[in-house]
């Protein structure tokens, strides 16, 4: 009697397991759905999102009606030029987003605790960030981390804090945020702003510029709301000037370069100034602003998000190696 009863309980115990085992089986699976969501909205392209996750467009499809289905409701307006999420799918997506953080948050953790040391980290920033410093700082990192894996977003000025606000991002590393209200910012420092000109320009001598030293040769400015530009002018307008641009752009490079051979000027901050200047036969001098607060560079994450192991350890990296050049 006794025996039959304890194979009864290990008959049962066996079979929770199997369902526990299952369970967790179906919850992958149904992850793996929910990146398949994720992936149409972020590229609006049946096809696009089927070429990058490797499968037919068909078999992707199966798997958005199946999940249509199963909620009842169509989750993407469908348009002759794609896809794109109604009204349903934006809080199926808000919960997708927040699990797929979850999980990646998981899988840094239990890396860590393995010593594989891996996991993804995506970064948001602007053109003052991405062009030297940031591709310098990956470079090191992976060299210690070679398991991590990165993607650096681009953003104009003001959206690279408000993409941390649904996950797409984990780190914003921006020069002049405006939304700093979500923003946890672990590093805040001034940039000192510089001039580039020609090597030959009669300015290129000069120990440092004022804003009213400039405003007579043509302007090479970054086009609004970019942060360097929003301190030139602020600047400019403390003391009456107006900075009329020759050329706007929102290419760093390009204004730079523009600046070969000729007496056009150009700006900077000191985190993308080319190492190299003398090459392109340009000079730097840096700016005086006459007392206008220069522009800060901020490093942080979405304010009450618990960062994963691998993008908490970058960020460390940045705040250290952005304290010992700028403090």
Do not use: W
């Not at 998981?106 to 605790?113: F, G, H, P, T, Y």
């Not at 929102?250 to 080319?274: G, P, W």
């Amino acid at each position: 009697m006794c025996f039959c009863l304890l194979l009864r309980n290990q008959i049962l115990v066996a079979k929770n397991a199997t369902h526990e085992f299952s369970c967790e089986s179906q919850q992958m699976r149904h992850l793996q759905v929910l990146k398949y969501i994720e992936k149409i909205a972020r590229t609006g392209s049946l096809r696009s999102a089927a070429e990058e996750l490797s499968i037919t467009p068909s078999a992707l499809n199966r798997r958005i009606l199946g999940i249509e289905e199963e909620l009842g409701v169509e989750i993407f307006e469908r348009h002759p030029a794609g896809l794109r999420p109604n009204i349903a799918g934006e809080i199926l997506l808000k919960h997708i987003r927040d699990q797929i953080a979850d999980m990646d948050r998981v899988k840094s953790r239990i890396a860590d605790l393995t010593g594989m040391r891996a996991g993804h980290i995506n970064i948001a920033t602007t053109r003052e960030v991405v062009q030297f410093f940031l591709p310098a700082l990956i470079k090191r990192h992976l060299v210690d981390f070679p398991a991590v894996t990165f993607s650096v977003n681009l953003h104009e000025r003001g959206e690279a804090e408000t993409s941390l606000l649904d996950h797409t991002n984990d780190i914003a590393i921006v020069f002049e945020p405006i939304h700093l209200k979500s923003l946890r910012t672990v590093y805040s420092g001034p940039q000192q702003m510089f001039c580039i000109m020609s090597e030959g320009h009669p300015l290129a001598s000069r120990e440092h510029l004022k804003i009213y030293d400039c405003v007579d040769y043509p302007l090479l400015l970054p086009k609004h709301p970019e942060g360097i530009r929003q301190v030139l002018d602020g600047a400019a307008e403390k003391i009456g000037i107006t900075m009329q641009p020759a050329l706007e752009s929102n290419s760093l490079d390009l204004l730079r370069l523009m600046s070969q051979d000729s007496e056009a000027l150009s700006f900077c901050l000191a985190i993308n100034l080319r190492p190299d200047l003398a090459n392109d036969r340009l000079a730097m001098v840096p700016m005086e602003l006459g007392g206008f607060p220069q522009g800060f560079l901020v490093a942080g994450h979405l304010r009450g998000r618990t960062l994963p192991v691998a993008a908490a350890r970058f960020l460390e990296s940045v705040t250290k190696d952005l304290s010992l050049r700028f403090s």
